[in-house]
């Protein structure tokens, strides 16, 4: 049996670039995927704000193991959504010794 409770969906996304047909570009996300995950909370702070404090939480995601450049492997470039919840993704490492999860250090991103 693992150690991990893997029993959340996240859907891992990779952002698309697209022209806006007037000179500029407009940024969307696609989804690649459905991966199962465990979500624990790591650090968070608080740090001032342009107009008040503004909060900023870490998580550590981990999930199953995927090979390097397998589209199912997240990438620092990526996100993991869950919902209307979505989590940036900082690191990817591997999360034990025999290789068979991930880790991904993430930051939850709040809209403002």
């Not at 459905?34 to 702070?45: I, K, M, Q, S, V």
């Not at 390097?68 to 591997?94: C, M, N, W, Y």
């Amino acid at each position: 049996m693992s150690r991990y409770q893997l029993n959340r969906p996240m859907v891992l996304e990779e952002a698309v670039v697209q022209p806006d047909g007037a000179g500029g570009h407009t940024l969307d996300w696609q989804a690649l995927g459905t991966l199962w995950a465990e979500l624990r909370p790591g650090a968070g702070r608080e740090r001032r704000g342009e107009i008040a404090p503004e909060g900023t939480m870490l998580f550590r995601i981990f999930l199953r193991a995927a090979p390097q450049g397998s589209p199912q492997r997240p990438r620092p470039d990526q996100r993991l959504r869950e919902g209307a919840r979505v989590f940036r993704i900082l690191t990817v490492s591997e999360a034990d010794a025999a290789g068979g999860f991930l880790i991904c250090h993430a930051r939850e991103e709040v809209p403002a």
